[in-house]
């Protein structure tokens, strides 16, 4: 009696495992009685004792006559940080991407991407939060319009038209961040198994981003100039992906910028392959002078816009928008009223418009350049003497992507540096092929402390190389 229990408990937790697996899926019919007696080497009485304890529990419903089904309640989720094999912790986005934002303010963060809170402008914020307290209470109470707010969409549209962008409102809609606005077109023109081209290296969270649409992603290698186009145009022949996601100005993180002969044969062989392309210019305010923009030299036929304001004024306060074409817009509109109900905060969006409408803005951001520059140059020599130098010196932003001392692992400084308090953000974090173990970026503006220099110093001295 107890060796066929022991069976029956084997065959249930056969079943539990495929099940687990998605080797089977909710609605698929198990086999026959018979024919899984034969294939496990058991009798047709133990596997019927299997099932009616799996009935039992949830895991498979009987239908008469029809056989024993996977219920839809037997599939536990997928935690999107198992949708591709176990990485170190060290160089998982999820991992750094919560050490950047959960650890207190002691923890030390030259791997975090954002400005220290007194490089923004909170005399600004301050005001615009004491003119909100002012506004109608429909402001104040209501749900946003489903296109967001019109001020702020103007804004951008005379923003757009300096650059010889002249689109209508109809192509422009707010979100609730430059992540969202993503996530929406991800939602809107992708579905599970289409092929994502990144830039490798690339802005981790991308990756992340289309792991939980269950896409494929194909790193291209990223050079000084843009995308290495010849891989690129590979790429498309050999893979046919359906969207393309890239930051075009001061990259991230790289900090290069697209060159004007890169961007014009990306745009042909986008075209040549029906490749649509979302270009995040997040970055857009840092730069010095503008660079050459896809989304100027296509005029929205197959390139879509997507930013914010979170790096450059305020991440508590946060507003994204897209720019495309104007059909692509009512689609994501309705999209947005799917997932959100609305636009985003009015609150947050009138706060937003009222800083970005005043002339202090362009003040700041024309400090804040200047600020960035020194900033850029002293982190760079404080790098230099431990052997750690810019592949590139970028024009603007606050990023260096630096090699490591050959041999050196940046995963391994980064374990080392974490026992210390100090969250760093190792190369293949960035990278869909895993080839950037020799690289790391520093965000210059919070690495300034000295014990950033000890522990990095101690760390290179330690770690093997």
Same mark, same amino acid.
């Given at each position: 009696?107890?060796?066929?229990?022991?069976?029956?408990?084997d065959l249930m937790q056969t079943i539990r495992q495929r099940v687990a697996s998605r080797a089977i899926s909710p609605g698929d019919r198990l086999p026959s009685v018979?024919?899984?007696?034969?294939?496990?080497?058991?009798?047709?009485?133990?596997?019927?004792?299997?099932?009616?304890?799996?009935?039992?529990?949830?895991?498979?419903?009987?239908?008469r006559g029809s056989g024993f089904y996977?219920?839809?309640?037997?599939?536990?989720?997928?935690?999107?940080?198992?949708?591709?094999?176990?990485?170190?912790?060290?160089?998982d986005p999820f991992w750094v991407s919560r050490q950047s934002l959960d650890t207190d303010a %002691?923890?030390?963060?030259?791997?975090?991407?954002?400005?220290?809170?007194?490089?923004?402008?909170?005399?600004?914020?301050?005001?615009?939060?004491?003119?909100?307290?002012?506004?109608?209470?429909?402001?104040?109470?209501?749900?946003?319009?489903?296109?967001?707010?019109?001020?702020?969409?103007?804004?951008?549209?005379?923003?757009?038209?300096?650059?010889?962008?002249?689109?209508?409102?109809?192509?422009?809609?707010?979100?609730?961040?430059?992540?969202?606005?993503?996530?929406?077109?991800?939602?809107?023109?992708?579905?599970?198994?289409?092929t994502v081209l990144v830039d490798d290296p690339g802005y981790f969270n991308f990756q992340a981003l289309?792991?939980?649409?269950?896409?494929?992603?194909?790193?291209?290698?990223?050079?000084?100039?843009?995308?290495?186009?010849?891989?690129?145009? %590979?790429?498309?022949?050999?893979?046919?992906?359906?969207?393309?996601?890239?930051?075009? %100005?001061?990259?991230?993180?790289?900090?290069?910028?697209?060159?004007?002969?890169?961007?014009?044969?990306?745009?042909?062989?986008?075209?040549?392959?029906?490749?649509?392309i979302i270009e995040d210019d997040i970055?857009?305010?840092?730069?010095?002078?503008?660079?050459?923009?896809?989304?100027?030299?296509?005029?929205?036929?197959?390139?879509?816009?997507?930013?914010?304001?979170?790096?450059?004024?305020?991440?508590?306060?946060?507003c994204g928008y897209i720019a495309a074409r104007a059909d692509w817009i009512e689609g994501l509109v309705d999209l947005q009223v799917a997932t959100n109900f609305g636009g985003p905060s009015p609150m947050a969006t009138e706060l937003i418009a009222g800083i970005l409408s005043g002339g202090g803005y362009r003040r700041h951001m024309a400090e804040l350049r200047q600020r960035l520059t020194h900033a850029r140059e002293e982190c760079a020599e404080r790098l230099a003497t431990l052997g750690i130098t810019p592949s590139v010196m970028p024009r603007g932003g606050f990023y260096l992507w630096c090699s490591l001392p050959d041999g050196q692992d940046?995963?391994?400084?980064?374990?080392?540096?974490?026992?210390?308090?100090?969250?760093l953000a190792p190369g293949n974090v960035f990278s869909a092929s895993q080839n950037a173990a020799g690289f790391m970026r520093f965000n210059v503006t919070q690495t300034r402390d000295e014990r950033i220099f000890t522990a990095l110093a101690d760390s290179l001295r330690s770690t093997p190389s």
């Open positions: 009696m107890l060796r066929e229990t022991t069976r029956t408990e018979r024919s899984f007696a034969d294939s496990m080497g058991v009798s047709p009485s133990t596997v019927v004792e299997a099932y009616d304890r799996l009935v039992a529990e949830g895991l498979i419903r009987a239908r996977v219920t839809g309640a037997a599939v536990p989720p997928i935690p999107i940080g198992e949708l591709e094999p176990r990485r170190d912790r060290a160089i %002691a923890v030390l963060k030259p791997g975090c991407g954002w400005l220290p809170a007194d490089w923004l402008p909170q005399g600004a914020i301050r005001r615009g939060l004491r003119a909100l307290a002012r506004a109608e209470d429909d402001t104040l109470a209501n749900y946003g319009g489903t296109r967001g707010s019109q001020v702020l969409r103007r804004h951008l549209l005379g923003r757009f038209a300096e650059e010889g962008l002249d689109i209508g409102p109809e192509q422009i809609m707010l979100a609730g961040s430059g992540t969202q606005a993503v996530d929406l077109v991800c939602r809107y023109l992708l579905r599970p198994g289409d289309l792991r939980a649409h269950h896409v494929r992603i194909i790193g291209v290698p990223y050079t000084h100039q843009g995308p290495d186009i010849m891989a690129f145009e %590979a790429a498309l022949a050999a893979e046919r992906p359906r969207l393309y996601i890239t930051n075009s %100005a001061l990259h991230n993180p790289t900090g290069a910028s697209l060159s004007p002969q890169t961007a014009h044969r990306l745009l042909s062989a986008a075209a040549a392959h029906d490749l649509t970055f857009t305010d840092f730069e010095p002078s503008p660079s050459p923009r896809l989304a100027v030299l296509d005029g929205f036929e197959r390139v879509i816009r997507v930013g914010s304001f979170s790096k450059s004024l305020s991440a508590a306060s946060r940046s995963a391994d400084i980064a374990r080392f540096c974490m026992q210390r308090d100090i969250v």
